[in-house]
């Protein structure tokens, strides 16, 4: 009887084995390859290009083009200056910082020059100067001449000017002359000193009992006091110069100027200058931080100011 030989039958679970043990094999291969290739093109990064056709290129590979950014840092551009809020609280600065500063106003800038203890930068002030008369009044002496005040201002180059103007004009019946003209003040001045930061400084309020006690006008009021500095917002945002917000430094809960801060209602006494020079010393903004790709142009300018209507005050000078 014969046998028939069918061999030696393979157990499928070893099959299996034999199947995954050549698959790692392989791709323990391939890994190696990777390694051996990358490692080649790093001791020789001008390995030439293959082009579509497979003839090798002789242009330089991308890789060699490359610029190397490893060490670059990114600037984050800074944004824009915000010119519709006041100048931020800032780091104070010393009385130095002041000496470029040239300080236009009336008598109430005159007071701060004498008794704040600034020691230094131009009094450009006159007691009774006026928005309406910058450019006609004769209001400044200076080496024994006359000038108007953007006269005076055009004898030297500021770093800063500072601005305060608007208690004389409160007995003015002309607000949207305030504003214009003041519009045309800023185009003036930033004409004759492009290189300087303009700040105008808000009001500071009036105590209404006290002035017209001293006066005998009624017409020094903080709710027309407030409206002219939210003009000069307005100005100071539309023809991109800093504010300074010293209303709010200085009044109490009801908007007023305490009676301790003045004698008249209206000029300050030593302690409150000295507080108006600390508030201008940690409230401060760089010329290029506010212009970084320089200025706007100034408006051309009005041949017509415009002039104060006086009709239902008496427009005395007083500050």
């Not at 190397?68 to 800074?78: K, L, T, Y």
């Not at 100067?129 to 001449?145: M, N, P, V």
């Not at 051309?300 to 104060?308: H, K, R």
């Amino acid at each position: 009887m014969s046998v028939s030989y069918q061999g030696r039958r393979t157990d499928p679970s070893q099959r299996g084995r034999i199947l995954w043990l050549l698959t790692v094999a392989a791709l323990l291969a391939l890994a190696a390859a990777a390694v051996f290739f990358c490692r080649k093109l790093e001791q020789n990064p001008q390995v030439p290009a293959v082009s579509s056709s497979g003839i090798a290129s002789q242009e330089p590979s991308v890789i060699e083009n490359r610029p190397d950014v490893s060490n670059v840092a990114v600037e984050n551009p800074s944004p824009p200056y915000d010119f519709s809020q006041p100048v931020p609280q800032s780091e104070a600065v010393d009385n130095r910082y002041f000496e470029d500063a040239a300080f236009v106003g009336d008598s109430r800038t005159d007071g701060f020059m004498l008794y704040s203890g600034v020691g230094t930068g131009e009094n450009l002030s006159s007691n009774g100067l006026s928005i309406f008369r910058l450019a006609e009044r004769k209001a400044l002496t200076i080496d024994g001449e006359k000038y108007t005040l953007l006269e005076a201002l055009a004898l030297k180059e500021y770093g800063k000017v500072y601005i305060s103007l608007g208690i004389n004009e409160l007995g003015y019946n002309n607000d949207k002359g305030y504003y214009k003209n003041y519009c045309a003040a800023i185009d003036e001045i930033r004409r004759l000193q492009p290189k300087a930061v303009i700040y105008i400084q808000g009001l500071i309020p009036v105590n209404e009992e006290q002035a017209e006690a001293s006066t005998g006008h009624d017409y020094l009021k903080n709710d027309h006091l407030r409206v002219y500095n939210d003009l000069m917002r307005q100005i100071a945002e539309e023809k991109q110069v800093a504010f300074l917000d010293l209303y709010s430094e200085f009044a109490d809960e009801n908007g007023s100027l305490p009676k301790e801060a003045s004698r008249d209602g209206i000029h300050l006494v030593k302690e409150s200058c000295q507080r108006w020079l600390d508030y201008l010393k940690t409230h401060t903004a760089d010329f290029d931080a506010l212009y970084p790709d320089g200025p706007p142009m100034p408006e051309p300018a009005d041949p017509a100011p415009v002039e104060p209507d006086t009709t239902t005050a008496d427009g005395s000078e007083r500050g």
